[in-house]
């Protein structure tokens, strides 16, 4: 489960930088991802690579979350600025 959350944190980064739909996949990639880090991460019984890899997971889907967000902020600002200048 470790290796597929960081396999899904690591697409959700990769995903901020494709056209269009790219920031909304990568948002949702980022909550998945880090929803799942959480749960390996609170594991008691893994061992301390598989918990590190959950940290790891966590940490990465969150910088994708943060990152997805900023792209969509700086499409609504855009497009503000956009029918500001229009009007």
Known sequence: MH???LAIALGGVV???LPAPGALVALGLGIFA???GWLV???RAAT???R???AAALT???AGVVLAAAR???TFAAIGHLERMLS
């Open 34 to 36: 880090t929803a799942m």
């Open 3 to 5: 290796r597929l959350a």
């Open 15 to 17: 995903a901020v930088a």
């Open 48 to 50: 301390g690579a598989v």
């Open 41 to 43: 991460y609170r594991r």
């Open 52 to 54: 590190l890899a959950g």
């Open 72 to 74: 969509i902020a700086i």
């Open 60 to 62: 990465i889907g969150l």
